[in-house]
């Protein structure tokens, strides 16, 4: 099955915007989008309870303790989610994954903050069983700390304990949680994401898709393949003919999967004027559009 899908755009979560999205024929259409990964560091942090973004200085990441108490204070991915679907648009929220979190703030004695996740792991438990009681069926995890270089022992143990914590309570629910990086390729990291429990994984094909054949041999049948073969900052032009070429392989060697067309990265533009959608926006959309038509054209042809 041929679906399409987005990872958020930077700066715009509007109404407006998610209707387009789903008239472009968009299916899986992201929510809770953040203006840049500063921004959703502090998101992440005020859902959790541990501050807020200042409002002016230097963009200073929260800092964090032994005595820090993470609690659930508000959660921004539900309510986007909730407030999609009462305009009768079931979205895909995104939520920044807790080791990436983590790993995104200061510890005050230079220790990795890291170290606290046992602690912040009931409130992310929490989060989901939210999502998954609001009707919410898919989870967008963005996790950049994996594609930021080779991570220490200690923080693929804390990845490996963090998703399979979320994926027992999302089987539970019935819930899917996907996982994606922050652009580019795993590179070293890629066996040890591979072998954590998701139900779809993203890969940039834009500079990451040298990994697509290692990942084909070792992704579950069952696991969604969420193809970035449309350049999400709009500068390389989308390869129609590439895609079509691996879609048609992974349609031969795994029938059954189901692949989801998307942007290599999070959509990041400007919002100059908070009105208008810069034109990169609609050339995105109207790409994997492209995209999608040409590949079911091909099959239909077959």
Request: glycine letters at 8%; a neutral charge.
């Amino acid at each position: 099955m041929l679906l399409t899908g987005t990872l958020g755009l930077s700066g715009f979560d509007t109404p407006a915007l998610t209707a387009l999205q789903r008239r472009t024929g968009v299916s899986h259409v992201a929510s809770n989008s953040c203006p840049d990964d500063w921004h959703r560091v502090w998101q992440t942090a005020q859902m959790v309870g541990v501050g807020k973004a200042p409002q002016c200085g230097r963009k200073r990441m929260p800092e964090l303790t032994d005595q820090t108490f993470f609690h659930l204070c508000c959660n921004p991915v539900r309510d986007a989610f909730v407030d999609a679907w009462q305009r009768g648009i079931a979205t895909v929220p995104v939520l920044l994954g807790p080791v990436s979190f983590l790993a995104a703030c200061d510890r005050t004695d230079g220790t990795d903050p890291v170290l606290l996740l046992l602690k912040l792991l009931p409130v992310y438990i929490e989060i989901l069983h939210e999502l998954a009681t609001a009707g919410c069926f898919w989870v967008q995890i963005t996790e950049p700390v994996t594609t930021a270089g080779p991570m220490s022992k200690e923080r693929q143990t804390a990845m490996e304990l963090a998703w399979r914590s979320m994926a027992e309570v999302a089987s539970g629910h019935a819930l899917s949680l996907v996982f994606v990086g922050g652009g580019g390729g795993f590179w070293r990291n890629l066996p040890h994401v591979m072998s954590l429990p998701m139900n779809g994984l993203h890969i940039d094909m834009v500079r990451g898709g040298a990994e697509l054949p290692s990942v084909l041999s070792n992704l579950n049948q069952r696991c969604d393949l969420l193809l970035g073969v449309v350049d999400g900052l709009n500068r390389i032009p989308t390869d129609v003919y590439s895609a079509l070429r691996w879609i048609d392989k992974i349609r031969s060697e795994c029938p059954r999967r189901r692949v989801i067309i998307t942007p290599s990265t999070t959509m990041r533009f400007t919002n100059k004027d908070g009105r208008q959608l810069p034109p990169e926006v609609h050339n995105t959309l109207s790409d994997l559009a492209k995209v999608q038509r040409a590949c079911v054209a091909a099959i239909f042809v077959h």
